[in-house]
């Protein structure tokens, strides 16, 4: 049997933490073979919670399961990790300013990417989903300067999972039939869902989308609106955020790091801009289409792209670097 690896999830009181955690424990994330540590990191007034969590996990009984450790202290929650998801995050609340939720956050993730830096392996995977993710993950990552800028990435694998089912649906085909479909750009209602590039499988010939959906009015409208508003409609009719799509589409993300992508295929996933072939500004954390190999990713190249296209990837990277200038203004006080 593997050496166990440590996993660290923060927010693990959370919604999204309570259906992510067996995902992780059961092996659906780091292999069927792969003994893991969970280290669940909380603030102190969830400790209580975390307790019932930690029981949950004992009474699973999952054999890869070695031992879950619940803290509220960044030294334990970050010792040796292997991987770090980081789901914790202040949520925006009734009449909160986005400039009030980036400066609550700035602080939080100063101090886990500091923390990260200061305890963790430096071969460390960090996965920032708490909102804003791009912005956070940026500053996790200027605060963790020994940890190397490509560990860290953020969450946009819930957007293109709900990308690929639209289609699908639309197709009357299975999700694993479409395949390339990309999320540009930030996690919020700027990012843009392309299916320029997309494949869905037919009856076991793969079309391009547009031909498999023959409807672009559609495609180039309520898709697009559909998927930058899920998160929000979700909302509206369970009274909480999505829980169990965000943990399906954290496991997805971690796997294709720790196992790769497909032959030619790429996901998304919101990645360090620096050197990217496609003209984004390079201080960000902007979501491409990526391939993984040997836990290393890279941005596809070599994509056409359209005006249609262009105007709402710059249009998402100008959000971005609206949000970079703020939270790093509140980075430097």
């Known amino acids: 049997m593997a050496e166990p690896i440590r996993v660290v999830v923060t927010g693990a009181a959370g919604q999204i933490a309570y259906s992510l955690l067996y995902s992780i424990a059961k092996g659906d994330v780091f292999g069927k073979d792969q003994p893991v540590v969970l280290i669940l990191l909380d603030i102190p007034p969830m400790l209580p919670v975390l307790d019932g969590?930690?029981?949950?996990?004992?009474?699973?009984?999952?054999?890869l399961l070695r031992e879950v450790i619940?803290?509220?202290?960044?030294?334990?929650?970050?010792?040796?990790?292997?991987?770090?998801?980081?789901?914790?995050?202040?949520?925006?609340?009734?009449?909160?300013?986005?400039?009030?939720?980036?400066?609550?956050?700035?602080?939080?993730?100063?101090?886990?990417?500091?923390?990260?830096?200061?305890?963790?392996?430096?071969?460390?995977?960090v996965l920032v989903v708490g909102n804003p993710a791009n912005t956070n993950c940026l500053i996790a990552s200027k605060s963790a300067p020994s940890i190397p800028k490509?560990?860290?990435?953020?969450?946009?694998?819930?957007?293109?999972n709900r990308a690929c089912s639209q289609v699908a649906m639309r197709c009357s085909v299975?999700?694993?039939?479409?395949?390339?479909?990309?999320?540009?750009?930030?996690?919020?209602?700027?990012?843009?869902?392309?299916?320029?590039?997309?494949k869905v499988n037919i009856h076991g010939s793969e079309l391009p989308a547009y031909?498999?959906?023959?409807?672009?009015?559609?495609?180039?409208?309520?898709f697009i609106s559909t998927v930058q508003q899920r998160g929000a409609a979700v909302i509206k009719a369970r009274k909480l955020s999505s829980a169990m799509s965000a943990a399906k589409a954290i496991c997805d993300h971690m796997r294709d790091i720790w196992f790769g992508?497909?032959?030619?295929?790429?996901?998304?996933?919101?990645?360090?801009a620096a050197g990217n072939p496609y003209g984004i500004p390079e201080d960000l954390i902007y979501s491409f289409p990526i391939q993984i190999k040997n836990k290393t990713w890279k941005v596809v190249e070599g994509l056409p792209i359209n005006d249609f296209s262009r105007a709402k990837m710059d249009a998402t990277a100008a959000e971005l670097v609206e949000e970079r200038d703020t939270a790093l203004d509140f980075l430097s006080q």
């Open 150 to 160: 490509e560990n860290f990435s953020c969450l946009t694998r819930l957007d293109h």
């Open 53 to 63: 969590v930690v029981m949950e996990l004992q009474d699973c009984a999952l054999p």
């Open 261 to 272: 992508t497909k032959e030619g295929e790429f996901i998304s996933m919101g990645v360090y």
């Open 70 to 125: 619940p803290t509220d202290k960044v030294e334990v929650g970050f010792k040796d990790i292997d991987a770090a998801i980081l789901v914790g995050s202040m949520p925006r609340k009734e009449g909160m300013e986005r400039k009030d939720l980036l400066k609550a956050n700035v602080a939080i993730f100063k101090t886990q990417g500091a923390a990260l830096d200061k305890y963790a392996k430096k071969t460390v995977k």
């Open 174 to 198: 299975s999700s694993d039939s479409v395949k390339n479909v990309i999320i540009w750009g930030n996690h919020s209602s700027t990012q843009y869902p392309d299916v320029h590039h997309a």
């Open 211 to 222: 031909d498999a959906v023959k409807d672009n009015a559609w495609l180039r409208g309520d």
